[in-house]
Structure formats: structure tokens, C-alpha cells
């Protein structure tokens, strides 16, 4: 049983969802944008300090817990399936990830659907990462260990990161954390009907954004969709899903698929919350317990 802030906050998204529908003389990914502004509602915190961050021109900022390490850096992938999300919709969720992490956290604005198709969102990933791994806040340093962490498509996109690197050999990452992770852009989970709720927008949601990512390509790519990857030699990954939304069984095949080669996947299901609770600390004490043991994951390695 959620909570009892809960029901306020999927009021919340019943309201942005509406305002989606409403704005059918707009473009979805205009109207995703906007939305996406309003998501989530953690406050800004003053313990963390924000610094500008140029990883090879792309938009992005430093957010450094006042107990932050920075030899341990971690890059936050934003979701917004693709089209929608950025620093100003994220700084403030960012924060509350920086305090649980003690990382120096970077978190970027990749390229967005559809002005800019699959791959450009994981190219600026790769790029980000890889950058990140030699430069620190204060200046060109290597990283004593380097993580990555995405909500929804930012999970599906941190994880297909992990794939590129090891597929470029360009390096590794020491461990991955997914929040709501995105994994499958053919949306065939059953979770995907199983779980859909008409007031939120349902299947149409996901199946809408993957049409204008992937431009017409197909959507069993393993860099689109890591689900179809082969996910040998993976680093550590810690999942967290919630069992009523439309996106439980991305991480839920995705824990199952690694875990049979060998995989170290931490699967923790939530019952009963929104997609990406996670982004409504303090609000939803749910929200402040997952980061906490996201945070457990990462201080382990």
C-alpha cells in the first residue's frame, strides 16, 4: 500500500496527462516538453552545490553533494521518452540522487527526437561518459570509478551506453542503476496493457515516442533496446520498477535475460507507485527509501 501522498502526486500526473490530451493542435513532443517541466516536484536542496560542466560542447552542470567524492562520478541520463526532459526539468531530482550517491554527479542534455533521431542520444552519452571518466569538477583528472544512472529512457539509454562501450571498447563503467528503465521499444511487455491506465495516457505514450527516436528503424536494435542485446559482461546494474506501471516487464525481461549469462542484476519492485516515484523526494517517502538504497548500490562498489 502506497503511502498516503501518493494519491496526490498520481493526481498530479492524471492533471499533466490531461493537459497532454488537451494540446492535440500541438506537436506530442511539444506538448511532452512542456509536460516534462512540471513532472516531478523535489525541491531544490541546499547542500548541493551546482557547477557548469562542457563535456565536447554538449550542455551539462555538476551537482555536488557537500559530502561528495569526486573521485566517484556518476552520469545522470534524464528520461522523457527521447523527445522531452532536459537540465531544468531534472536539476532539482538530480540533486536528491547527488545526496544519496555522495558521487560528483553530471548530469547532460542530449540530443532529442525528432529533431535528432536514434543514435544521437547515445552518442552524446557515450561521449559524455567517456569525458567524464578524465575530467572531474576542478579541472582534467581520472575517475577512480565511474557509474551511470537514467530514469525510464535515460535507463534504456544508460544501459544501451554500457552496451557501446563495450562493444567500442572505449571503457567501462563500474556499475549502472535504472530507474523505470525503458529497455524495449517494440513495447511488447506484457505489463505494457497489463498495467495501462487510460487517465496517464497508456500504450499510445511509449509507442508514440519510440516512432519518433527511432525514425522509421527498427526497434529490435540492441542499442535502441538493450532487451535484444546480448548482455554478456555487463558490470553490476541495480533495477527499480514499479509493479503497476506500463514499463515493469522492460525491467523486469531485461534482469531475467542478464541474470542467465551470468549477470549481476538487482531487481527491486515497488507495488503500487508511479513511474519514477523516485523523482518525488521528500514528498513520497518511498521516494526517499529507493534512493537510499540506490545509493547503498553504488557506495558497495
Same mark, same amino acid.
Given at each position: 500500500?502506497?503511502?498516503?501522498?501518493?494519491?496526490?502526486? *498520481?493526481?498530479? +500526473?492524471?492533471? /499533466?496527462?490531461? @493537459?497532454? =490530451?488537451?494540446?492535440? $493542435?500541438? &506537436?506530442?513532443?511539444?506538448? !511532452?516538453?512542456?509536460?516534462?517541466?512540471?513532472?516531478?516536484?523535489?525541491?531544490?536542496?541546499?547542500?548541493?552545490?551546482?557547477?557548469?560542466?562542457?563535456?565536447?560542447?554538449?550542455?551539462?552542470?555538476?551537482?555536488?553533494?557537500?559530502?561528495?567524492?569526486?573521485?566517484?562520478?556518476?552520469?545522470?541520463?534524464?528520461?522523457?521518452?527521447?523527445?522531452?526532459?532536459?537540465?531544468?526539468?531534472?536539476?532539482?531530482?538530480?540533486?536528491?540522487?547527488?545526496?544519496?550517491?555522495?558521487?560528483?554527479?553530471?548530469?547532460?542534455?542530449?540530443?532529442?527526437?525528432?529533431?535528432?533521431?536514434?543514435?544521437?542520444?547515445?552518442?552524446?552519452?557515450?561521449?559524455?561518459?567517456?569525458?567524464?571518466?578524465?575530467?572531474?569538477?576542478?579541472?582534467?583528472?581520472?575517475?577512480?570509478?565511474?557509474?551511470?544512472?537514467?530514469?525510464?529512457?535515460?535507463?534504456?539509454?544508460? *544501459?544501451?551506453? +554500457?552496451?557501446? /562501450?563495450?562493444? @567500442?571498447? =572505449?571503457?567501462?563503467? $563500474?556499475? &549502472?542503476?535504472?530507474?523505470? !528503465?525503458?529497455?524495449?521499444?517494440?513495447?511488447?511487455?506484457?505489463?505494457?496493457?497489463?498495467?495501462?491506465?487510460?487517465?496517464?495516457?497508456?500504450?499510445?505514450?511509449?509507442?508514440?515516442?519510440?516512432?519518433?527516436?527511432?525514425?522509421?528503424?527498427?526497434?529490435?536494435?540492441?542499442?535502441?533496446?538493450?532487451?535484444?542485446?546480448?548482455?554478456?559482461?555487463?558490470?553490476?546494474?541495480?533495477?527499480?520498477?514499479?509493479?503497476?506501471?506500463?514499463?515493469?516487464?522492460?525491467?523486469?525481461?531485461?534482469?531475467?535475460?542478464?541474470?542467465?549469462?551470468?549477470?549481476?542484476?538487482?531487481?527491486?519492485?515497488?507495488?503500487?507507485?508511479?513511474?519514477?516515484?523516485?523523482?518525488?523526494?521528500?514528498?513520497?517517502?518511498?521516494?526517499?527509501?529507493?534512493?537510499?538504497?540506490?545509493?547503498?548500490?553504488?557506495?558497495?562498489?
Amino acid at each position: 500500500m502506497p503511502s498516503s501522498a501518493h494519491e496526490a502526486v *498520481l493526481q498530479h +500526473l492524471i492533471e /499533466l496527462g490531461r @493537459r497532454m =490530451a488537451a494540446s492535440s $493542435d500541438i &506537436a506530442p513532443h511539444v506538448a !511532452a516538453r512542456a509536460a516534462m517541466e512540471q513532472y516531478f516536484t523535489a525541491p531544490a536542496l541546499s547542500r548541493v552545490r551546482v557547477l557548469p560542466a562542457a563535456p565536447a560542447g554538449l550542455r551539462a552542470e555538476w551537482l555536488l553533494d557537500r559530502d561528495a567524492d569526486c573521485g566517484r562520478r556518476l552520469l545522470f541520463i534524464h528520461g522523457g521518452g527521447y523527445v522531452a526532459g532536459g537540465i531544468t526539468a531534472y536539476r532539482n531530482f538530480t540533486m536528491w540522487v547527488a545526496q544519496a550517491v555522495r558521487c560528483a554527479v553530471l548530469l547532460i542534455e542530449y540530443r532529442l527526437a525528432p529533431e535528432h533521431p536514434f543514435p544521437a542520444a547515445l552518442e552524446d552519452a557515450v561521449t559524455a561518459f567517456r569525458w567524464m571518466c578524465e575530467h572531474g569538477p576542478e579541472g582534467r583528472a581520472p575517475a577512480r570509478r565511474a557509474f551511470l544512472l537514467g530514469d525510464s529512457a535515460g535507463g534504456g539509454l544508460a *544501459l544501451a551506453t +554500457l552496451l557501446a /562501450l563495450r562493444e @567500442r571498447k =572505449a571503457g567501462r563503467a $563500474d556499475g &549502472a542503476v535504472t530507474f523505470s !528503465a525503458w529497455t524495449d521499444l517494440t513495447n511488447s511487455g506484457a505489463s505494457m496493457i497489463e498495467n495501462a491506465d487510460p487517465r496517464l495516457g497508456g500504450k499510445a505514450v511509449p509507442e508514440c515516442f519510440a516512432g519518433l527516436y527511432l525514425e522509421g528503424q527498427d526497434a529490435r536494435q540492441p542499442l535502441a533496446s538493450p532487451l535484444f542485446a546480448n548482455l554478456e559482461g555487463m558490470p553490476p546494474i541495480f533495477m527499480q520498477a514499479s509493479a503497476a506501471e506500463l514499463l515493469l516487464d522492460d525491467s523486469v525481461r531485461f534482469a531475467t535475460k542478464a541474470r542467465a549469462v551470468g549477470g549481476e542484476v538487482h531487481l527491486d519492485i515497488w507495488p503500487d507507485l508511479v513511474h519514477v516515484w523516485q523523482g518525488f523526494a521528500p514528498q513520497l517517502p518511498e521516494a526517499i527509501e529507493a534512493l537510499r538504497r540506490a545509493g547503498e548500490f553504488i557506495a558497495a562498489i
